[in-house]
């Protein structure tokens, strides 16, 4: 069983930072955060796997950096360069197995997600 916990979201301004946590227990291969405004469908937003080979959407590249600590057994999300567009809840997701690429940004290759970070960037 893998439990996820996430936490550092909230409140900033267009074109700040925040950096998301994501503690874990249990074993995992692949890692990601995820988001999902109100009205809207959970999207994939970046994903790390074991060798910390990274993925991310096109709407974050050169924003957003996904890394992991194995140490501390935590996975972070760097948010830069904030838009308003990236309001929405957060969630960080494990997956025991490789989904394969063309997959790791999509939600029904994980099975282990966390409660959700709120994120609200406002103009």
């Known amino acids: 069983q893998v439990q996820l916990v996430e936490s550092g979201g909230g409140s900033v301004q267009s074109g700040g930072s925040l950096r998301l946590s994501c503690a874990v227990s249990g074993y995992t291969y692949c890692m990601g955060w995820f988001r999902q405004a109100p009205g809207k469908e959970r999207e994939g937003v970046a994903t790390i796997d074991r060798d910390g080979s990274t993925r991310y959407a096109d709407s974050v590249k050169g924003r957003f950096t996904i890394s992991q600590d194995n140490a501390k057994n935590t996975l972070y999300l760097q948010m830069n360069s904030l838009k308003p567009e990236d309001t929405g809840m957060y969630y960080c997701?494990?997956?025991?197995?490789?989904?394969?690429?063309?997959?790791?940004?999509?939600?029904?290759?994980?099975?282990?997600w966390g409660q959700g970070t709120q994120v609200t960037v406002s103009s």
């Open positions: 997701a494990s997956a025991s197995g490789d989904p394969g690429w063309w997959l790791r940004l999509t939600a029904g290759a994980y099975h282990y």
